[in-house]
């Protein structure tokens, strides 16, 4: 094997364990390339089914041809699409455009916390409420193209995620099978060993675990493999005519597009490969990241 299938393989392994293992299983899709390769990865696993819902927190703020993909792709591999959504801030307006609005003069570091905290509302809030069920859920129904209210309220147990360890710091901290408290926060000091392909999965009755089976995979793997298998993907990746495209995708207001004339998956293989990139955080263009936003929203519960 190569070295892509033998990652292909090493994800299938994983993704077939958490099904074997935990009874209450999802898959979090935020409709990137990652979680879409993962979407791809489970549906060979199970040999074109999906055995388990996919869940996307919906901030209200993702990009129309995000969501038009979403629902493009749930219809045509019938897959189980909860979404979740945080309507209470949002129907507060407690949110970084609404209060930018507000307060047009915000200085930088006000918009960064301003940032953070509306992603602590719309994503951390929001898909611990749906995974544990006390938030609003609704369900695809695959004969009307429509989400309907979900009536099933049982938290989820095991989480897959399309956590990479090369994307960001704090991600590299995470094993395959990671287990997170009753309130979703991680303690990072406190993971389990995973040597030769030994995987923890037994765990205390209640413990929430994140399950990633694209850990080990590189920014040029998951291309490669987009290429290899002909996955469809979303059109913000690509340059347009601009001279920009988006490397890593989230809201509308708070992502920021590189300079690049990659106008199609070998394009951006090129890219990486030319090393162009290669001192450019492949999330850079995520403004609420900051210093260390993400793995402050990460220890929170947050993907």
């Not at 996919?54 to 493009?72: C, F, G, N, Q």
């Not at 609005?101 to 719309?122: D, F, H, S, W, Y």
């Not at 990746?237 to 106008?263: N, V």
């Amino acid at each position: 094997m190569d070295h892509l299938e033998q990652l292909e393989q090493q994800s299938v392994f994983i993704l077939r364990e958490a099904f074997r293992h935990f009874e209450r299983l999802c898959m979090l899709w935020s409709i990137g390339k990652d979680s879409t390769v993962m979407l791809w990865l489970a549906r060979k696993a199970f040999f074109g089914h999906v055995p388990f819902p996919l869940v996307h927190v919906d901030t209200s703020y993702k990009l129309p041809e995000m969501i038009a993909y979403r629902d493009k792709l749930a219809m045509e591999y019938k897959l189980q699409m909860v979404v979740g959504q945080n309507v209470e801030a949002l129907a507060a307006k407690d949110t970084f455009p609404d209060r930018l609005a507000a307060n047009p003069k915000m200085t930088v570091e006000e918009q960064a916390i301003a940032r953070t905290a509306c992603c602590g509302k719309l994503k951390a809030e929001a898909l611990g409420a749906t995974l544990h069920g006390t938030g609003v859920r609704r369900r695809l129904n695959l004969e009307t193209g429509q989400y309907e209210p979900d009536h099933d309220h049982q938290p989820y147990t095991g989480v897959i995620v399309g956590a990479r360890a090369d994307e960001e710091g704090s991600r590299s901290k995470e094993r395959y099978f990671s287990p997170r408290d009753k309130n979703n926060v991680w303690d990072v000091g406190d993971q389990p060993p995973e040597f030769w392909n030994q995987f923890k999965t037994d765990f205390a009755p209640g413990t929430h675990v994140r399950i990633h089976p694209l850990l080990d995979w590189t920014e040029l793997n998951i291309w490669e493999y987009i290429k290899r298998e002909s996955i469809p993907t979303v059109s913000l990746y690509y340059d347009q005519g601009a001279g920009t495209r988006y490397r890593s995708l989230g809201c509308g207001p708070c992502q920021a597009p590189i300079k690049s004339t990659s106008k199609n998956v070998d394009d951006i293989i090129a890219e990486l490969k030319s090393g162009k990139l290669k001192n450019i955080a492949e999330r850079s263009g995520r403004l609420q990241d900051g210093k260390h936003g993400l793995e402050e929203l990460r220890r929170d519960g947050y993907m």
